[in-house]
C-alpha cells in the first residue's frame, strides 16, 4: 500500500519548511491537523490515514503559504494565549507566549478583589481576556485605535464567554473615562508598539505580515510608551499600579519614564529568554 498521501507521506512535506520555519514539523503537523479537521494526537493514533483528495489540495495550498513565510497563526486564525483559543487576524498582532509574563505578574499584584482593570492597544483582546479569565470579580475595559482590532477582541470576548470585559475603540486615553478627579483604575496594563522604525527585524520572519500599527512605535521604538506612562497617573486610583511590556533594551528607559511620572517600587521583571521585558510601577498614596 502507498504510504505517499498518507499522513506519514504528508508529514514530509515539512523538510521543504526547514529554511523557512525553526519548527518545521509542528507546522507541518498543524497544517495538516487543520486541513483534516483532527487534533495533532489524531495524526499520530492514524498515521497510515489516507486523506480525501479535497483535503490533501486544501494543505497543499496552505502549506505554499506558510513556505512564503506567512505566521501559522494567520493561516489557521487561530492562536493559543494563556489557556484561551483566540481568533487571529492580519489586522492586529499574534499574541506572544512572552506576553503571558504580563498576565503572570498582573494576577499577582495587591489589588482590591474587585478590581477595575484597563488593557490599553488590546489587539485580539488577548491580555484582558486572560485576566478576566482567571478573576471573574475583576472589572475590565481594554481600548484599542483599530477598528478591526476591537471588532477582533469582541469576537474573542464572545467566545470566551467573558462577561466582565468592556471593548471598545480608543486612541490610548482618548475615549477612557476618568480623570485626575476620579480616577477609576487599580490597574492598567499594555503591550504597546515599541519597535524603532528603522529596526532591520521588521523585514524579517512573522513580523512582515503583521501591521506596523501594532509593532512601530517612532524613531526610538518609544512614541507610545511615553503617551502610556506618562498618563496613566491621571487613570490611576492611589496604589494603582501600572505595567508596561517593551523591548529587551528599553528596561532602563522605561523605567526613567516611570519615575518621571512619578512612580515609585519600579521594577522589571526578565523573561524566560533572560531579556528585560516589562516594567510596572505604583502610584503613591495621594489620599
Ligand atoms: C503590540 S500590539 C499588542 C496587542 C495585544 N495587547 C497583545 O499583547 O497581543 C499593540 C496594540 O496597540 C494598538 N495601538 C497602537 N496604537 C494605539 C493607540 N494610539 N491607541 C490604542 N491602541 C493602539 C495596536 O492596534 C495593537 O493592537
Not at 498515521?47 to 513556505?67: N, S, V, Y
Not at 487576524?89 to 505578574?105: D, M
Request: glycine share 6%.
Amino acid at each position: 500500500m502507498s504510504l505517499i498521501n498518507s499522513v506519514t507521506g504528508l508529514l514530509q512535506y515539512s523538510d521543504q519548511l526547514q529554511s523557512v520555519s525553526d519548527t518545521a514539523l509542528l507546522d507541518t503537523e498543524l497544517l495538516l491537523s487543520f486541513a483534516l479537521d483532527v487534533d495533532r494526537t489524531w495524526l499520530k493514533t492514524w498515521p497510515d490515514h489516507k486523506p480525501e483528495a479535497a483535503q490533501i489540495k486544501q494543505f497543499e495550498t496552505l502549506f505554499a503559504r506558510r513556505l512564503t513565510g506567512e505566521p501559522i497563526a494567520f493561516i489557521i486564525g487561530r492562536q493559543g494565549f494563556w489557556t484561551l483559543d483566540l481568533k487571529v487576524t492580519p489586522g492586529t498582532l499574534i499574541p506572544r507566549p512572552e506576553t503571558e509574563l504580563l498576565v503572570e505578574i498582573a494576577l499577582g499584584l495587591n489589588v482590591p478583589d474587585a478590581a477595575r482593570v484597563l488593557d490599553l492597544g488590546t489587539g485580539t483582546g488577548a491580555i484582558a481576556l486572560a485576566l478576566a479569565s482567571e478573576r471573574n470579580d475583576w472589572q475590565l475595559t481594554a481600548v484599542d485605535s483599530q477598528i478591526a482590532a476591537v471588532n477582533l477582541a469582541e469576537i474573542n470576548r464572545q467566545h470566551c464567554q467573558l462577561d466582565n470585559v468592556s471593548i471598545y475603540q480608543s486612541d490610548w486615553f482618548s475615549q477612557v473615562p476618568g480623570s485626575i478627579s476620579a480616577p477609576q483604575y487599580h490597574l492598567i496594563i499594555s503591550n504597546p508598539p515599541y519597535i524603532e522604525l528603522d529596526d532591520p527585524h521588521l523585514s524579517e520572519g512573522d513580523v512582515r505580515f503583521e501591521p506596523a500599527t501594532a509593532l512601530v512605535s517612532g524613531h526610538d521604538g518609544l512614541n507610545d510608551l511615553k503617551i502610556v506612562i506618562g498618563q496613566s497617573p491621571r487613570y490611576l486610583r492611589s496604589n494603582g499600579w501600572l505595567l508596561v511590556e517593551h523591548g529587551y533594551q528599553q528596561g532602563a528607559a522605561v523605567r526613567n519614564l516611570f519615575a518621571t511620572a512619578g512612580f515609585t517600587a519600579i521594577g522589571t521583571h526578565i523573561d524566560h529568554n533572560d531579556l528585560e521585558r516589562l516594567t510596572l510601577g505604583c502610584l503613591p498614596q495621594t489620599d
